[in-house]
Structure formats: C-alpha cells, structure tokens
C-alpha cells in the first residue's frame, strides 16, 4: 500500500492506493470520530462492493443509501434522498458519509456531507478510475444544474480517500479508458517525463497492467494533491486542472449528460486545446500530433461530436464556471507539459479552434 498526503494543515489527509483495501477494518475505522455512518453507492457499485464496505464497519451503526447509476442523476432532486436518508436515521453532525463509487457518488455524498447539519465528516472510497486519479481528492463536490454542469457545490475536503485498484477489475473498458483521459491530463499540465511515460505504457494501462496502473493512479494522485495544496479554492494554479474541460463540460451539456462519459468530453476537450494552442503558435505540430495520438491511443475521441456548432460551443462554454469577469479563460499549452491559464487570444483563434475540432 502507498500513502500519499493532501497538504492543508489541519485538515490534510491520507490518500491510500493498493490491491485489498476493502475489507481493511482499521484503514477505514480509524478516520470515523462518531459511532455513525452513512455508506453512499448506486445500484452499480452497491451489488459489487457493499458488503465489504459495511464489514469494514461492524460495532458501528451503519446504514446505506443506494441511487440509481447515472450522470442525469447527478441532480439536486437525488442528492434529496441522501439528505433522507441522514434525517430519517437521527444521524447527527457526528456522522460519516462514506462515497463508495465513481465521481458521481463522490460528488454528491460529498457535497451531502459538506451541507448536512452545516458539515459532517466524509471519507471517499472511489470506485473507478477517474475518482481514483481525480475526483476523490481535491475537495470539489456538487451537482449538476439543467442549465450547466457541476454548477451547485462546495469545496469540502475529506477524512481520507480510500482507493482499491482491485475494484478496477469490474470496471468496463470504456470506463477505464475514461479515467485514462485524466491521467493523460497530468502529463500535459506539467510533466513531459510522465507524458512520454504513458506512451510507452498505454497498452498495459488498457490491459489493465495492477504495476502500471497503481504507479498512474500514485503519480496522478500526487500531481492533484502537490495541485490541490498550492491552491485549494482554485485562485489560480488550481484552474490548470481544467485543462479540456471548458471545452469537454460543454460537450457533456450538449450531448445529454451521460450520453458522452464526462472523460471522453474531456479527451476530445484536451484535443481542442492542443489544436488551439498549435494554431496560435504555441505548440508545435509534433506535440500536438502527440497529444491527439496518445488520446486515440487511450480509446477517446479526439473529434467533438458532428452534431456540434462553433454558435452552441460558444454559448455552453461562457456559462462555464471559467469565466471570471466576463472574460473566457482557457487553459492551453506552451508545450507538453507547459500548460497555461489564459485570456490572451484572439475570438477568431477559439472559433477556427472549434470547427476545426467538430467532426465531419
Ligand atoms: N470533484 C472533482 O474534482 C471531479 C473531478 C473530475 C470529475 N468529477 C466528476 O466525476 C464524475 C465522473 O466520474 P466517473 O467517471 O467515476 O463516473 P461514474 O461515477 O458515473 O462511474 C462510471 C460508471 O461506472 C460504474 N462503476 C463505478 N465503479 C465501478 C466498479 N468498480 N465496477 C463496475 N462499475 C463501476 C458506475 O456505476 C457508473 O455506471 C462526473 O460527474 C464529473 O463531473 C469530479
Ligand atoms: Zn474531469
């Protein structure tokens, strides 16, 4: 097993990654304060996993509340029934939320967990790779809004992240792949040696390679947590984690959420970026082919989808949380490894960017 730290003084934590961690009684014990907690899963993830999880809690009361498996769900409405749920059992400001599952369940037991009596304590257990490299660590929870996605939330750090690569066995393919596209992410921000490092081992990544996958889980986990501990509330070198997601959120919000994987959105997103920051000069023609040849490599879409319009682009994109100001801020790249948070292009820049990116 390898411990890594969230760095935030008194509310730092533990990120644990390893094979067998469900079943752990004490790893997970040890970071519940009360004698209460609330296990939060979808009909997904609970069959697979539940159990395990409520063993880890024995001499505790414990209780489970399940939702039905979906971005679409990821809504105010749902998250109704974790507030229920908490209400219903008397569980008081001492409780534990655990998310056990994928980003959606961590975002909205998360944000549960952050506005429930003004705050109760909250432990992560993700389920999927891109909760594993991403959405568990970091403190960002909420929901989406009809009108734009991730829009109602909170800042909520918790307890400890708990992330079992075993659980990776059930995941499917196209999940996977989805996670992979974060991974992909940390290279392009600020690491080339990492880039070049996936190249060579994409493959074993898909085959789902424990050894390669526990050292990108360990390097992604990091990069977030160095990320995340330089700048918590996203004042600045935090926005560099949003690199293809002004683009990817508004991919998701046109498809349909759930029709795109929010990591795919992301994949076509961070190909966008390349391709802006090569037609402004920025990136050479050899690091963008990279960068779209190692997304094809991880099974995403390199294309934004044909049904898109530069006019819905744009208009999705502005209600995106990046705009500070009234002015669209874009994260691009320098290089591999050299991205940037920038306002500093032209509207026509971004518009050829976008029907260059949108598929035949
Ligand atoms: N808070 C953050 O900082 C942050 C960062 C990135 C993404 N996100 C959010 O995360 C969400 C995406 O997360 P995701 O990709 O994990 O999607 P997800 O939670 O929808 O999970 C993907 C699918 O896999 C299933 N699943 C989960 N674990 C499984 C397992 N071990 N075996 C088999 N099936 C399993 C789920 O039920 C679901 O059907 C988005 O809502 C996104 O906005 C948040
Ligand atoms: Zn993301």
Redesign the pocket.
Known sequence: MITLTVDLGERSYPIYIGNALLGQTELLKQHIPGNSALIVS????AP??LEKTQSMLSGLRHEAVILP???KY?NLEVLNQIYDSLLRNHFDRNTTVIAL???????MA?FAAASYQRGVHLIQI??????QV?????????V?HALG??MIGAFYQPRAVIADID??????DR?LS??IA?IIKYGLINNVEFFAWLEQNMQALRERDKAALSYAIEFSCQAKADIVAADERESGKRAL?NLGHTFGHAIENAMG?GEW???EAIGAGMCMAAIMSNQIGWMNDKETQRTVDLIAQAGLPTRAPGSMTTEKFLKLMSVDKKVLDGVLRLVLMKGIGQAVVTSDYQAEDLNRAIEQAIAD
């Open positions: 979808n009909e997904t993830v697979l996993y498996d979906g971005e990821k599952g994928g980003g959606v369940v961590g975002d998360g993700p389920t999927t790779l891109l909760s991403d959405s568990s660590v970091g403190g960002k929870t909420g989406n996605k991730n659980t990776l066995d059930t995941l499917p999940e989805a996670g974060e984690l959420y994987l929010h990591g």
